[in-house]
Nanobody
Framework: QVQLVESGGGLVQAGGSLRLSCVAS????????????VGWYRQAPGKQRELVAT???????NYADSVKGRFTISRDDAKRTVYLQMNSLKPEDTAVYSC????????????WGQGTQVTVSS
């Protein structure tokens, strides 16, 4: 079983930055657990969950149009961690952010973390 734990959320003013971390209990990319990609999702109250960014075992990244140029997903395999650097935050970025890992590169969702709240004030 793979466990993911997010941290780094909080309250920030518009234009500010936050870095979210997603730490895995074991090797974050794993053929044993069929993990080829890790993604960051977000869900705001009353809205559908949105895939924000993904990173694959090969290092390819992909972003939602709403965050391109502002968010960066990266990984540190030695620390078993995937990061989401969020810059130029906007109030509409307010949501619960969750990381997920799985075999589908475009929408990894086999294993989930518990989520971390990000609130951007105007």
């Amino acid at each position: 079983q793979v466990q993911l734990v997010e941290s780094g959320g909080g309250l920030v003013q518009a234009g500010g930055s936050l870095r979210l971390s997603c730490v895995a209990s074991g090797t974050i990319f794993s053929t044993i657990f069929k993990i080829n990609a890790v993604g960051w999702y977000r869900q705001a109250p009353g809205k559908q969950r949105e895939l924000v960014a993904t990173i694959t075992i090969g290092g390819s990244t992909n972003y939602a149009d709403s965050v391109k140029g502002r968010f960066t997903i990266s990984r540190d395999d030695a620390k078993r961690t995937v990061y989401l650097q969020m810059n130029s935050l906007k109030p509409e970025d307010t949501a619960v952010y969750s990381c997920a890992a799985g075999g589908v590169a475009t929408s990894p969702s086999r294993y989930w973390g518990q989520g971390t709240q990000v609130t951007v004030s105007s």
